[in-house]
């Protein structure tokens, strides 16, 4: 299983990122998959969930109305697209499965700041 995180970056506050990973070695399209992030000297938390067809999404609160999660099976990558970036949103964004065992990419650091 590999999962490889994309679309980071530097962004001002009130901006937009989009985040990609793409999934390889399993089933993709079986199987829901996470974005969680973790900013420093914080406990990784759990950003957005998409089930393994799309049919179901759920978020944290911090970020509802402003991040939406999505797939791609055919291309066997989950996406992230946040919007109205504030500079709490700073944080390394990791995604991930479980297949049997927690799967986690390298993560994709996302800087919001002037």
């Known amino acids: 299983v590999q999962l490889v995180e994309s679309g980071g970056g530097l962004v001002q506050p009130g901006g937009s990122l989009r985040l990609s990973c793409a999934g390889s070695g399993f089933t993709f399209s079986a199987y829901s998959m996470r974005w969680y992030r973790q900013a420093p000297g914080k406990e990784r938390e759990l950003v957005a969930y998409?089930?393994?067809?799309?049919?179901?999404?759920k978020y944290a609160d911090s970020v509802k109305g402003r991040f939406t999660i999505s797939r791609d099976n055919a291309k066997n990558t989950v996406y992230l697209q946040m919007n109205s970036l504030k500079p709490e949103d700073t944080a390394v964004y990791y995604c991930n499965t479980q297949v049997a065992y927690d799967y986690w990419g390298q993560g994709t650091q996302v800087t919001v700041s002037s």
């Open positions: 998409i089930s393994s067809l799309g049919g179901t999404t």
